[in-house]
């Protein structure tokens, strides 16, 4: 089944050396890696076609059983991490409806910086704005995919389109992110209760393709 998703953030800590320092993104012209889609793919080897290198993930939170899932009583993920974003799916297991609520939701990129989570339906000029909650009805499956807000590029004369940069690259760069990880803080209120679902993922290698 195709995965949509999502979602990630870990704040970088107060006062690093410059040398050490992570390097702010760019703004302007798009990058030559810019993505516009994130049709997933359930192929063994997730990327673009064209990439030099393979990303292989390892699962750290929720805890799992190999098999990028997770469940309790309430709801039931299944994920899937690319060099895209991170897709997502959640299954709700019980009778009343379930929110999953943006705007309180935090990514957390590979270089550690935190942002607000952007989603599927996430534009532009939808940055600073306030996002409508997605629903998960009872017993029914929602899927989608997230990113940090601040990846999203002005798409100029063409708003409706999502462009943006990808979670990781896929060029000669790609073996530097091995052993750093990803990941969202998704924000479910269920019962009238917020609860924050931690995910998180490890680059355990990228491999010429």
């Known amino acids: 089944m195709t995965l949509a998703l999502a979602a990630v953030a870990a704040g970088c800590g107060g006062g690093p050396n410059p040398s050490s320092a992570v390097p702010p993104r760019q703004s302007g012209i798009a990058p030559a890696n810019a993505v516009s889609s994130a049709g997933d793919s359930v192929g063994a080897l997730p990327g673009s076609q064209n990439a030099q290198f393979v990303y292989k993930f390892r699962q750290l939170s929720p805890p799992g059983s190999g098999t990028f899932s997770f469940k309790d009583r309430d709801l039931n993920f299944s994920f899937r991490p690319s060099p895209n974003v991170l897709y997502f799916g959640v299954e709700n297991l019980q009778g009343r409806p379930v929110q999953i609520d943006w705007d309180r939701s935090v990514f957390i990129d590979a270089n550690g910086r935190t942002d607000k989570v952007g989603h599927n339906t996430t ?18 499956r929602y899927t989608d995919y997230v990113f940090a807000m601040d990846d999203l590029l002005d798409p100029g004369s063409t708003p409706d389109v999502q462009l943006r940069r ?44």
């Open 123 to 140: 534009r532009w000029r939808d940055r600073f704005g306030t996002q409508t909650p997605a629903q998960v009805l009872p017993q029914q």
């Open 166 to 209: 990808p979670l990781l690259p896929e060029d000669a760069s790609a073996p530097t992110y091995t052993g750093k990880t990803f990941g969202a803080d998704l924000v479910f209120v269920i019962e009238n209760q917020p609860r924050t679902y931690t995910i998180r993922f490890e680059v355990q290698s990228a491999i010429p393709r």
